[in-house]
């Protein structure tokens, strides 16, 4: 089923236009002489009906489990006018509006979007949005070459380790000095004072995790002290739901913050699509990477949207671009707008408390069991670290045969923390989910 | 229309978390809390879903208008792709579950439809093996240059820094390439598009890492001496990456692993129909041959003899991880869905028809615009507004005028070689009679740029708002509400 609108009888006038008699004919007159390939591995096509049926079994071999994972990625609850919105087949089949008197919707929803995340993060100027929170740590760490004419950065490694690794794969063949700072085993903060030694006059910039990778919320003062002197910048990598209780970047502080907008709205979705932001304070709005858009009048002095600051992207400046990026995850900031404006403030806010009751009741369940125990002293969001007597990996697998995705083992990610076990709870776990998870692992223990 | 923050009254709410069935507490101090508002809107969820309805109406669509966007393959977007990839079973997998211990076996799901689509791409374009991890078509693009880079490297061939690049090219390949730690060298094309041989020849050398080619053209033509230029640039020791953004233009009928190319991109949201979304998401999977394979991002999904799937990660020569898992599984599904209901036939049948349909447009328009090229055309067909010109009548214009007649432009000034252009591309799913009206709109407006030019540099006059002063956006900021 190809959906192709025209019969044999319009193409045979079609083809007495362009002077053909076949599409044998066309192909040669359009210089492609090759043989057709085969295509032996390819299959049949299917109707509707047996490809829903296939993907509607294919989707029951995904097990349904309780979610307790987060790490960087969180199951919180949608609320159902998103999917109505982004359901608008204006908004998602339409592309990048490169005409702004027909694109209005797609550009004030996107302003709109800007917005809000500046409001969110403090900041002043947001862009329209990266593919993920992963490529963001690449942009901003590009900007802050850009902004300091540095090459050092500084990441803890309580930055989500995905994301390093991505930052390392995209920046391979920059000449960019990456120095990670690592952490204390017993512990789940960033290890401040060793970033607060490693920041010299050479360093571009420090990026860190708020909260971080380990659920730990840290205080920031002496980092943004520290970058200020140094002439470096500050980076924050932010979990947006938790900005509603905790102190802005913007606040703290801090140059640039970026993350990942999955949880305002966005499905998990077996990893992505997702969504990038990075914010920034004004002075550097002119070194963001991506689309940005922005409010004008029309020649009539009406008001309305445009993408605006392109002199810094790849079709007009090619080679010497901020980024090769020429497109955003409109869709997903659409779906972020929607989100905040349908919870308000003091929805998210409300939200982001439960998922704090929520992961404390948990947290304070889970380490009385033997042998089980809370690590690191510090203040957490939803998620938090647990050290278990056994293997983490073992205790997840036997769990997740009960229904149960407890966490994620932290061992694999770092050496050391074999028994340590990252645990997340949204607003959406219940009290007996989690006294069910609690009651599952006291039975393997 | 007023911004969503200057409607509502405080106090409205849309949306409420559940009871909260645990003590109320949390473990942050009053210290690290939130002093300054956020000033999120307050409002109702009818005020919500009123106000961004109403912003969706000031947009065009391909459900709503003809949208012949010359190199965005503007096609139908199936309904039945958007049921299916809401299916809870896949919306509700978190990432991070399939890396559990024991939870690929969880998964199978979400592995098999990676797996039977980057089987699918292989083999229709020609490679052995493919990532579908990039996140959109410039991320491909990326993702293709660094592994060209990677082997390079493994090969201690370091001195190879060069990609070579036609003038024709999309602004994205040269920035890539610069990503990817490359310098650009600029190769001619000629009037077609193509690549000036001689000038290729003179550009390749032991520090040419390789090129990066449009197939077909950005101009919209197939250059016949693309096995040629693919054997010239391995004679010189370099690799040929297809940038695959037209690629609608020629699945089913030519593989580009057969013609030489070692690594391309396709975009999804163009050739294999999932939605655009107003500027993404996308995916932008890559196709790499045999050598550049072990290059690939990881993880990579394998199938077992049992036939059940798994993750593997152990290719220590990887470029790493494009994507924080697997790519942009919610937009993947959907192309894949495409891949199978069109199956092997239905994938030459897009071709065919697409490029039938964009040399029915050539042809029809050929009396009323200036064409550089007056042959056979692949998916889109690139006018010039150079008659118009002399009386006033832009490139621009035409494409506003356009608006005013319900119709979406095609891509103007793009490709920059040809001055004025207008680039229609209208794709296999429109009728010839959509096109048919489309002619019509265009012939009168070529009429009236001889008649009464200033009605079309006027235009628009139906929209929501009439052209914008893009000089006061750039020089006067303003990208936040305050």
Not at chain 2, 102 to 115: A, F, M, V
Request: net charge negative; glycine share 8%.
């Amino acid at each position: 089923m190809p959906y192709i609108a025209n019969t044999d009888a319009d193409r045979a006038e079609m083809f007495k236009v362009i002077g053909c008699r076949d599409f044998a004919g066309m192909w040669a007159a359009a210089q492609v002489n090759s043989p057709a390939p085969a295509l032996e591995g390819l299959p049949n096509g299917m109707s509707e009906a047996e490809l829903l049926e296939y993907f509607q079994q294919l989707s029951q071999r995904n097990a349904g489990v309780i979610n307790f994972l987060g790490g960087g990625f969180y199951d919180h609850l949608i609320p159902s006018a998103v999917d109505t919105v982004i359901s608008r087949s204006e908004f998602y089949t339409s592309y990048t509006p490169y005409q702004p008197e027909a694109s209005q919707g797609t550009l004030q929803a996107i302003y709109e979007y800007q917005s809000s995340m500046a409001r969110l993060t403090g900041m002043d100027v947001v862009n329209a949005s990266l593919y993920d929170g992963g490529s963001a740590v690449y942009e901003a760490a590009l900007m802050a070459m850009r902004v300091t004419r540095k090459k050092q950065l500084i990441i803890s490694e309580a930055v989500s380790p995905v994301y390093r690794t991505m930052l390392k794969s995209y920046a391979a063949n920059q000449p960019l000095e990456i120095i990670e700072i690592p952490l204390n085993v017993g512990d789940t903060d960033s290890n401040l004072k060793a970033i607060l030694a490693a920041i010299n006059d050479q360093t571009a910039a420090v990026i860190v995790q708020y909260p971080n990778f380990l659920g730990t919320v840290e205080v920031w003062d002496q980092l943004i002290e520290q970058t200020k002197k140094m002439k470096a910048l500050s980076i924050a990598v932010c979990y947006p739901t938790s900005l509603a209780l905790l102190r802005s970047p913007g606040e703290i502080g801090f140059d640039i913050a970026i993350g990942e907008g999955q949880c305002l709205g966005m499905a998990l979705n077996c990893g992505g699509p997702y969504l990038g932001f990075i914010a920034s304070s004004s002075n550097y709005m002119r070194k963001l990477p991506g689309r940005i858009v922005g409010r004008t009048v029309d020649k009539d002095g009406k008001s309305g949207f445009v993408l605006t600051l392109q002199a810094r992207e790849q079709h007009i400046r090619r080679e010497s671009a901020m980024s090769n990026i020429c497109s955003n995850e409109n869709l997903c900031a659409l779906t972020a707008v929607v989100y905040l404006t349908l919870t308000g403030e003091k929805g998210l806010t409300e939200i982001a408390e439960q998922n704090a009751a929520k992961a404390l009741f948990a947290r304070d369940l889970l380490v009385k069991l033997p042998g089980v125990k809370s690590v690191g002293k510090s203040v957490f969001f939803n998620e938090f670290v647990i050290e278990l007597p056994v293997a983490a990996d073992e205790v997840v697998a036997q769990l997740l045969e009960r229904g149960y995705a407890a966490g994620i083992p932290l061992g694999t990610h770092y050496p050391g923390r074999e028994k340590q076990l990252l645990i997340a709870v949204t607003e959406k776990r219940t009290r007996v989910e989690i006294i069910g998870l609690v009651k599952a692992l006291e039975e393997i223990l | 229309m007023k911004l969503i923050f200057d409607k509502g009254r405080d106090g409205r709410r849309a949306y409420r978390a559940p009871i909260c069935d645990v003590p109320m507490a949390s473990a942050i101090p009053d210290e690290m809390r939130r002093t300054i508002s956020a000033q999120l809107p307050e409002v109702t969820e009818l005020d919500a879903v009123r106000h961004f309805t109403n912003l969706s109406r000031k947009n065009f669509g391909v459900d709503s208008h003809f949208y012949p966007l010359g190199s965005c393959t503007m096609k139908y977007n199936p309904k039945s792709h958007e049921t299916i990839a809401r299916m809870a079973g896949f919306t509700d997998q978190h990432p991070w579950l399939g890396q559990l211990p024991g939870g690929e076996k969880l998964s199978q799901g979400t592995l098999e439809t990676l797996y039977r689509q980057e089987r699918f791409l292989s083999e229709l374009l020609g490679f052995a093996e493919t990532t579908l991890q990039p996140m959109a078509g410039a991320n491909g693009e990326f993702t293709g240059v660094m592994l060209i880079a990677a082997y390079f490297k493994a090969r201690g061939e370091t001195q190879r820094t060069v990609m070579l690049i036609p003038d024709a090219a999309h602004g994205t390949n040269p920035a890539s390439a610069i990503q990817a730690g490359f310098t650009c060298r600029e190769v001619a094309s000629d009037s077609e598009g193509n690549v000036d041989l001689d000038d290729l020849a003179a550009k390749l050398g032991d520090d040419v890492a390789g090129l990066m080619l449009t197939c077909p053209n950005t101009v919209g033509m197939f250059d016949r001496n693309v096995e040629k230029i693919c054997a010239m640039v391995h004679d010189a020791g370099g690799l040929c990456y297809c940038d695959g953004a037209n690629a609608n233009a020629i699945i089913g009928r030519v593989r580009p692993g057969d013609l030489g190319f070692d690594v391309m991109h396709v975009n999804v949201h163009k050739t294999f129909s999932t939605p655009h979304g107003g500027g993404g998401p996308g995916a932008g999977p890559v196709g790499v041959v045999e050598r550049l394979r072990a290059f690939l991002p990881v993880p990579r999904v394998v199938q077992g003899t049992d036939g059940s799937y798994t993750l593997e990660s152990n290719h220590p020569q990887s470029i790493g991880k494009m994507a924080p898992f697997y790519g942009n599984f919610g937009v993947l599904i959907r192309s894949c869905a495409y891949m199978l209901m069109l199956g092997r036939v239905g994938m030459i049948r897009v071709s065919e028809n697409a490029v039938l349909n964009a040399n029915y447009l050539r042809v029809k328009l050929a009396p009323y615009y200036d064409q550089k090229i007056t042959r056979m055309c692949m998916h889109e067909c690139v006018f010039s507004a150079t008659r118009q010109v002399v009386n006033g009548v832009h490139a621009l214009d035409i494409a506003k005028a356009l608006i005013d007649r319900g119709i979406h432009p095609p891509t103007i000034y793009f490709p920059l070689i040809i001055p004025e252009a207008l680039m229609i591309e209208p794709t296999e799913t429109e009728s010839k009679e959509t096109m048919d009206e489309f002619v019509d709109a265009m012939i009168e407006i070529a009429e009236l740029a001889e008649t009464d030019p200033v009605s079309l540099q006027d235009a628009p006059i139906t929209m929501p708002v009439r052209r914008m002063d893009e000089t006061q956006a750039a020089r006067k900021p303003d990208l936040a509400a305050k």
